[in-house]
């Protein structure tokens, strides 16, 4: 069956109910809500609110991200002492594909806009893969949290 092609989408997002972050996503504290799946191009958005001293579990970005922080502080790639980027709201943030991070520091409690072009393939210190979230993934957790099913 061919899905109908979607004209638009509208989230009214106060709306929406917080969901909480699996801990093998981020460690110490995550909430999120799934915004827009685009199976076709195999991207996702979503809102993201992580606690001051949470981390991202390190991964690599197979496809290239954006963001927009509205609120709060945070480190990638260890920060800008480290040669990474410390991100200060209000910013913007492109990620290429490939782009690995090993280091996610949340400094201070943010708000995320994130859009997705590909999976985040979640790695352990080794780089072995441990875990898929993608335009698959994201809209199957968001359903099982929601009871959607
Ligand atoms: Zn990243």
């Known amino acids: 069956m ?11 997002m106060n ?3 917080w969901q909480p972050l699996p801990e093998g996503f981020i460690r110490g504290g995550g909430r999120w809500k799934l915004l827009h799946v ?8 979503g809102l ?10 390190s991964h690599i970005h197979v496809g290239p ?5 509205t609120r709060g502080k945070l480190e990638v790639r260890g920060g800008a002492e480290e ?12 990620e290429a594909s490939g782009a690995r991070h090993d ?10 806009y994130l859009t997705f072009q590909g999976p985040i393939q979640l790695i352990d210190g080794e780089g072995n893969t441990v875990g898929v979230m993608a335009w698959q993934q994201a809209p199957a957790l968001w359903a099982e949290q929601t009871h959607q099913r």
């Open 83 to 94: 040669g990474g980027v410390t991100a200060t709201a209000p910013c913007y943030g492109y």
């Open 103 to 112: 280091q996610t520091l949340i400094l201070e409690d943010i708000e995320i």
């Open 65 to 69: 991200g954006e963001y927009f922080l």
């Open 2 to 12: 061919l899905k109908q092609k979607i004209e638009c989408e509208y989230v009214a």
């Open 38 to 45: 685009s199976p076709e191009v195999g991207s996702w958005t």
């Open 15 to 17: 709306e929406v109910d």
């Open 48 to 57: 993201f609110a992580v606690s001051k001293g949470a981390s991202v579990a």
